[in-house]
């Protein structure tokens, strides 16, 4: 796949990418694809712990992922989908004021699942999403 353009941002995207192989987003003409975000810090690769906090900075790690492929950031995501452990209304809540804050000028189309496990054991969430960047 030569022909599409594969991002991992410093820091975790880096690990991420010599660890497990994979990257963290691609653009495929004038989308950006992303990886699912959890709330690790993408420098010291730390998990908050309390599940608002983790929410927030998946967020944040989204953001991050999508400027570091060329994106304006969460303006430009038309879908979410999240994965939660536990999902439960206190998981939801932080979703829906995540949204109101980086995207208070629209609302994207969102596919929320509860799971048994993501891929790191301190995760409680990953969020993926896909961006339109003409």
Request: hydrophobic share 35%; net charge negative.
């Amino acid at each position: 796949m030569s022909h599409l353009q594969y991002y991992c941002y410093d820091g975790w995207g880096q690990k991420a990418k010599r660890d497990f192989n994979y990257s963290q987003a691609v653009r495929i003409g004038d989308r950006i694809e992303c990886a699912g975000q959890g709330g690790w810090d993408p420098k010291t690769f730390e998990f908050h712990r309390e599940i608002n906090a983790q929410i927030d900075q998946a967020f944040a790690n989204v953001d991050l992922n999508l400027k570091d492929a060329g994106g304006k950031g969460w303006e430009q995501v038309f879908r979410v989908n999240s994965y939660h452990v536990p999902i439960n209304n206190e998981a939801l809540d932080a979703m829906v004021r995540n949204f109101k804050k980086w995207m208070p000028n629209h609302q994207p189309i969102w596919t929320c699942i509860g799971v048994s496990r993501l891929g790191e054991d301190d995760m409680r969430v990953e969020i993926e999403v896909v961006a339109h960047d003409p």
